[in-house]
């Protein structure tokens, strides 16, 4: 007979650690450990999760340091690897661990990864968060009812030594048509930092040949490399396809750390209108039919000598 049903809770501290300054070209080794409620074991795989972007809303200094604008979003996915990348948790093993900062806990599993910083990394702040996938292994799944298993992701920080500064401002605005015919718009953003960012187009006011507003349309985050301009596409589904027009935009990047507007006029072309192909009737091979009926006539008379 199956236990009643209870929430499973599975985590990790810190929940945020703060590795501190690391130096490009070099190895370092982190350990973090796994906390869980579950008498039963916990098959968890650890995998690497990319920062949330809600970590730029504000600078923080405490418990941890975290400053928005100094903090590049280049890929790390290729930095960190785990020692162990799945490994069983439960309550039934328990140990003390105490941090720096005098506080102890009781944790059930110790977790390491590996970070490798490449030579040419980024200055500034990086951030990434583990992801722990757990299951309920074969062997207890009969000896307890779980209706929920609630996760928590740690979070890791560290710094990359150096100048890092986030700027943007957008070159200009240009118009044409999608594969399916849609308005297309593009944002030319320049990425004048230098670091990574990622940029979206926040709004963008659609205003017709008249000047009376039609839409606003919005745009998803992409990441755009230091020193580039990188295109950010928005689409609008207008009327009068087959007709060439101009409208007027306002545009609003937001690019987490700041935001940058540009106005402009825009010319959408009219839609390709692809001319529907001839069918041509193949006429039908009559001479082969002739040269057949040649044949059997030459056969005949032959026969017939």
């Known amino acids: 007979m199956s236990n009643q049903a209870k929430a499973i809770s599975l985590g990790a501290a810190p929940g945020v650690m703060e590795i501190g300054e690391l130096e490009k070209g070099k190895e370092y080794s982190v350990n973090f450990y796994l906390l869980t409620n579950s008498p039963t074991d916990l098959v968890t795989t650890l995998s690497y999760g990319e920062g949330k972007k809600s970590m730029f809303e504000k600078n923080v ?20 690897k785990f020692v162990r990348s799945k490994m069983v948790v ?72 150096g100048k890092a500064e986030r ?8 118009g044409a048509r999608s594969k399916n015919n849609n308005a297309e718009i593009d944002v030319l953003f320049r990425n004048a930092g230098t670091v990574t960012i990622s940029a979206r187009v926040k709004s963008l006011k659609i205003y017709d040949e008249f000047g009376e507003y039609v839409n606003t349309i919005e745009g998803g985050y992409v990441k755009i490399p230091p020193k580039t301009t990188g295109i950010l596409k928005v689409y609008w589904i207008d009327d009068n396809k087959d007709k060439q027009k101009t409208i007027r935009v306002e545009a609003n990047v937001d690019y987490l750390t700041g ?17 529907m192909k001839e069918i041509k009737m193949e006429e039908f091979p009559w001479w082969i039919i002739i040269l057949i009926i040649g044949i059997v006539l030459l056969y005949v008379y032959w026969r017939r000598r």
């Open 167 to 174: 700027e943007g401002s957008i070159e200009g605005v240009a």
């Open 259 to 275: 935001t940058v507007s540009k106005e402009a006029m825009v010319t959408i072309p009219k839609a390709e209108v692809l001319p």
């Open 61 to 80: 200094s405490s418990p941890y340091v975290f400053v928005p604008d100094e903090t590049s979003e280049e890929d790390t996915s290729q930095w960190v």
């Open 90 to 161: 439960s309550d039934k093993n328990s140990f003390p661990v105490r941090f720096p900062d005098g506080s102890i806990i009781n944790a059930n599993e110790k977790a390491s990864l590996i970070i490798n910083v490449p030579s040419d990394a980024e200055a500034g702040y990086h951030h990434f968060e583990v992801v722990l996938s757990p299951e309920i292994s074969a062997k207890g799944a009969g000896g307890v009812g779980v209706s929920t298993i609630g996760v928590t992701r740690p979070v890791f920080i560290f710094k990359i030594s």
